[in-house]
């Protein structure tokens, strides 16, 4: 594993960890460019959980503080939970991330594996890699806390495929 992955996916759980104290489902990001962290995001009670994801705030960071929104150097979002489909689109929409790094790959709401050949043209030139399995033992840990801890009517199904992935059924 990249040390430098490690390195950022630390910072991301850091973020997550601050998600967890909050009571919701503990996700953190982070976006580096040019070996800079610029952006930092996570989970907050009271955002909408549909709209207010880690990975949005720390893209919106990083395209304000980036050198412009527009153009710039390569960007890489490092997320502790697989990106859903709206912050994987997001990710293609702004033209500039690059890669997409994360630790634990969600099988209920992961959004990464959308196939490059149904996109049209402009989503297709901006395609990011995606790779997962980056320090996904410690933030598997982290989402089991959450679901022992958890009353949140969203999250009751026990047969949630994230909530199975977290509790290691
Ligand atoms: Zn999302």
């Not at 991301?12 to 909050?22: P, Y």
């Not at 890699?129 to 598997?140: F, L, N, T, Y």
């Amino acid at each position: 594993m990249s040390e430098v992955h490690k390195k950022y996916m630390q910072l991301a759980i850091k973020e997550a960890e601050k998600a967890l104290v909050d009571g919701v489902l503990p996700v953190g990001a982070i976006v580096v460019g040019d070996g800079k962290v610029v952006g930092r995001g996570r989970r907050r009670a009271g955002d909408h959980p549909y709209l207010d994801h880690a990975e949005i705030g720390a893209m919106r960071e990083a395209l304000q503080t980036a050198s412009n929104s527009t153009e710039g150097p390569m960007l890489t979002l490092y997320s502790t939970l697989e990106p859903c489909l709206m912050c994987f689109a997001t990710a293609l929409n702004t033209r500039r991330i690059g890669n997409i790094i994360y630790a634990v790959e969600d099988p209920y709401g992961g959004g990464t594996s959308l196939p490059q050949s149904v996109l049209t043209p402009r989503y297709k030139e901006w395609y990011p890699k995606a790779q997962g399995g980056v320090m996904r033992e410690e933030v598997i840990k982290l989402l089991r806390k959450f679901f022992m801890a958890t009353n949140d009517p969203y999250w009751a199904n026990p047969e949630n495929p994230l909530r199975k992935l977290a509790e290691n059924r």
